[in-house]
């Protein structure tokens, strides 16, 4: 008996991008204690993890001139203590607005770590660190002869240390593609000093120098200017997509969604992940532009984890994202699988990737092979035309490699 797993499901409303715009931002332009952690733009706070502590500082000499001064914080822990538990905290709500991203200029002196990682909350309290693929961060290195850098194996952000100067950069990391961080009341983000790759001990920023914690005159300082959140789009379309679901049947995943209210939408476009970071296009949907509509999508699961997310595109050239969704498939890559069945005029056929030489027979319920069809190299899944068939039940054998398996349809 075919077995359906319905994985996950949820509503959202799709808008769609009039250009960027700036949602939070702190910069400073006084040097006071009392105000400092309130944002210069916007509705957010700033705040400390662990023993750290600061307030705004002398401008940098040269650079961003957003505000008359920066922030500068310090008493971070000693060489051994505390990797990725202390540092700075922004905070803002997002709500109403989607596709979003931070920036900030960042230096740090001699004595301070050269690595740090950026995390991020959806919840409040449960902090997740942000992965950086190759794609999703940038890195202006604003200062002559800078040379900060992006470490995607260890999710790390870095300077050269170099063994004369340290430098200020500016870095912005894109969100959009993580789940619950649009239209949230809780959304933050955590700039935090980290160990050396694969080291148990904080690595100085110069390599001359030596790292040193605590609040003691030259010890760790990291300091920053025009942090930043960023918002894509903040102007709602009225196509309302609910139920955004995927089931698994046996080898392959029905993927599917249902609209309200479309308009001026020129298709869906099914994006599929192996990872959550890199997507690909494997299906385009044309919109409807009706009151309620219904969409659905079949596709071929490797065993493991698949994950697939909507790009919606409006006619006037604009797109936006849905949240991403998985499904697993921990099922034998043996395993075959015949949609529609019963058939009537076409079948597709889900399969493990064919090697050279794989083809498909069917024959009658009593043994007599009816046609054979040869299946592309490469292939997961084959369309077979079955219009000539007389109503019956059939066997569909597919061999591959040298194995064969075979399942039973209906015509």
Same mark, same amino acid.
Do not use: H, K, R
């Given at each position: 008996m075919k077995k359906t797993f319905t994985l996950f499901m949820m509503s959202l409303i799709v808008i769609i991008s009039k250009g960027q715009s700036v949602l939070t931002q702190w910069f400073w332009t006084v040097a006071d204690t009392a105000?400092?952690?309130q944002a210069s733009v916007g509705s957010g706070t700033l705040s400390f993890i662990g023993n750290v502590y600061g307030g705004s500082a002398a401008k940098w000499a040269s650079g961003v001139k957003t505000g008359t001064y920066r922030l500068s914080t310090t008493n971070y822990p000693m060489t051994n203590d505390s990797s990725g538990s202390t540092g700075t905290?922004?905070? /803002?709500s997002t709500v109403g607005n989607y596709g979003i991203s931070v920036r900030y200029y960042f230096k740090n002196n001699s004595a301070a770590s050269r690595y740090h990682r950026v995390k991020y909350t959806t919840d409040g309290t449960t902090w997740n660190t942000f992965k950086l693929n190759g794609s999703n961060a940038f890195i202006d290195n604003v200062t002559s002869g800078g040379n900060f850098q992006i470490d995607t194996v260890n999710n790390l952000l870095s300077d050269s240390g170099n063994s004369t100067k340290t430098y200020f950069g500016r870095f912005t990391l894109d969100l959009?593609?993580?789940?619950?961080?649009?239209?949230?009341?809780n959304f933050k983000f955590f700039i935090t000093p980290v160990f050396g790759p694969g080291d148990t001990a904080y690595v100085p920023a110069n390599a001359a120098k030596t790292y040193l914690g605590g609040n003691s005159t030259n010890a760790c300082l990291l300091s920053y200017d025009s942090v930043t959140v960023i918002s894509q789009s903040i102007f709602p379309l009225p196509v309302t997509v609910s139920?955004?679901?995927a089931s698994v049947f046996s080898a392959y995943a029905k993927i599917s969604w249902h609209t309200a209210n479309e308009l001026n939408i020129a298709n869906y476009e099914l994006q599929k992940s192996t990872d959550a970071l890199c997507f690909i296009?494997?299906?385009?949907?044309v919109a409807n532009n009706k009151g309620l509509c219904n969409y659905s999508i079949n596709d071929a699961l490797p065993t493991g984890t698949s994950y697939y997310r909507l790009k919606i595109n409006s006619l006037d050239g604009k797109s936006n994202y849905s949240n991403v969704i998985s499904v697993s498939n921990k099922h034998s890559d043996n395993l075959l699988s015949i949609y529609p069945n019963p058939v009537l005029n076409s079948l597709t056929l889900i399969h493990s990737r064919a090697e050279d030489k794989a083809f498909i027979k069917i024959s009658t319920a009593d043994g007599k092979v009816i046609t054979n069809y040869a299946v592309a190299k490469g292939? /997961?899944? /084959?369309?077979?035309?079955v219009s000539h068939l007389q109503k019956?039940?059939?066997?569909?054998?597919?061999?591959?490699k040298g194995e064969a398996i075979a399942t039973k349809f209906v015509k």
């Open positions: 105000t400092f952690t905290v922004f905070s /803002t959009s593609s993580i789940s619950g961080v649009d239209n949230n009341p139920g955004f679901s296009t494997i299906n385009s949907s292939a /997961t899944q /084959t369309s077979i035309d019956g039940n059939y066997i569909l054998l597919y061999e591959n």
